[in-house]
């Protein structure tokens, strides 16, 4: 048994104590191993949602439905255009929503 092996949540300090009760000392574990000694950012989860919420407009989309996109989401039309054009920006080789020339 390697002393990896025997380290316990009373052997670990500050956020790391939060983070073994949270998800649990395996898991805590391999966050050391993989990202000790580096600053990571954990967004919050609105942001996340945030995101899967912008696809869907994205995907639902029909070149002219602006307002119902916004009055579903509960968002202006310039929310929706702006959200559109990040889409397109992310997303610039998937022809997605483009017309056919021919």
Known sequence: MSQWDE?????LEGDMIDIAE????????????VFGGE???I????????SLRDRK????F???NYRQLAARYNL???????IIKEQRSR?????FHEQELF
């Open 7 to 11: 380290i316990e949540i009373d052997d």
């Open 22 to 33: 949270t998800i649990g000392l395996s898991a805590a574990k391999k966050l050391l191993t």
């Open 39 to 41: 600053s990571i950012y």
């Open 43 to 50: 967004p919050k989860p609105e942001s996340v949602i945030r």
């Open 57 to 60: 407009i994205y995907q639902e």
């Open 62 to 64: 029909k070149n002219d």
């Open 76 to 82: 202006t039309t310039r929310q929706i255009r702006a």
């Open 91 to 95: 997303n610039p080789k998937s022809g």
